[in-house]
T-cell receptor, first 117, second 114 residues
Framework: GAVVSQHPSWVICKSGTSVKIECRSL??????MFWYRQFPKQSLMLMAT?????????EQGVEKDKFLINHASLTLSTLTVTSAHPEDSSFYIC?????????????FGQGTRLTVV | AQTVTQSQPEMSVQEAETVTLSCTYD???????LFWYKQPPSRQMILVIR??????QNATENRFSVNFQKAAKSFSLKISDSQLGDTAMYFC???????????FGTGTRLTIIP
């Protein structure tokens, strides 16, 4: 199947600094990618839809100035957590969808565990 | 708006037994896809099985099968001959045809007991 690579898998940063997380579709092009946040023992919460060549679409309640999304190419989307604070500590997951004759399927990155200290 | 409900937060079964995970959903759409995803302790999301709503036949993938009841908006997952590696969180998910946003259920934590 298709592969989505997310990097880094974990990161620790100091409060007030910014962290960039990359999401790459390795063997297919993705005009749309998705960023999720997952709290411990909870489901995936959609943060935003990343659109290649245009602005991201944020879900209600997600601060667009804190979570900057850039989708500059058909294989790369980045999520930058700006001025990170301890409450931003979480597990972040990206996904890209592949549409084939058989239908649509989502492929997920490995996730990034962010710890802000 | 679509909603997906998983009413079993946790389940546990003995190895080699069969277990069924429940999922119900609500939508006004007639064409859509349903999925079961597995999230093991590594937290990598893995597709277990997919069902197209227009197909009446229930999807099967080796030990995994679904019972899709479109009228009842029910989509349960049956795991046969359960194995220790099946221990994971299982999420039911919905996406409308022509849409790309997945709607996830709250998940069921499944533990296979040796």
């Amino acid at each position: 199947g298709a592969v989505v690579s997310q990097h880094p898998s974990w990161v620790i940063c100091k409060s007030g600094t910014s962290v960039k997380i990359e999401c790459r579709s390795l063997d297919f092009q993705a005009t749309t990618m998705f960023w999720y946040r997952q709290f411990p023992k909870q489901s995936l919460m959609l943060m935003a839809t990343s659109n290649e060549g245009s602005k991201a679409t944020y879900e209600q309640g997600v601060e667009k100035d804190k979570f900057l999304i850039n989708h500059a190419s058909l294989t790369l989307s980045t999520l930058t957590v700006t001025s990170a604070h301890p409450e931003d500590s979480s597990f972040y997951i990206c996904s890209a969808h592949l549409v084939t004759q058989g239908g649509t399927e989502a492929f997920f990155g490995q996730g990034t565990r962010l710890t802000v200290v | 708006a679509q909603t997906v409900t998983q009413s079993q937060p946790e389940m546990s079964v003995q190895e080699a037994e069969t277990v069924t995970l429940s999922c119900t959903y609500d939508t006004s759409e007639s064409n859509y896809y349903l999925f079961w995803y597995k999230q093991p302790p590594s937290r990598q999301m893995i597709l277990v099985i997919r069902q197209e709503a227009y197909k009446q036949q229930n999807a099967t993938e080796n030990r995994f099968s679904v019972n899709f009841q479109k009228a009842a908006k029910s989509f349960s997952l049956k795991i046969s001959d359960s194995q220790l590696g099946d221990t994971a969180m299982y999420f039911c998910a919905f996406v409308g045809f022509g849409n790309e946003k997945l709607t996830f259920g709250t998940g069921t934590r499944l533990t296979i007991i040796p």
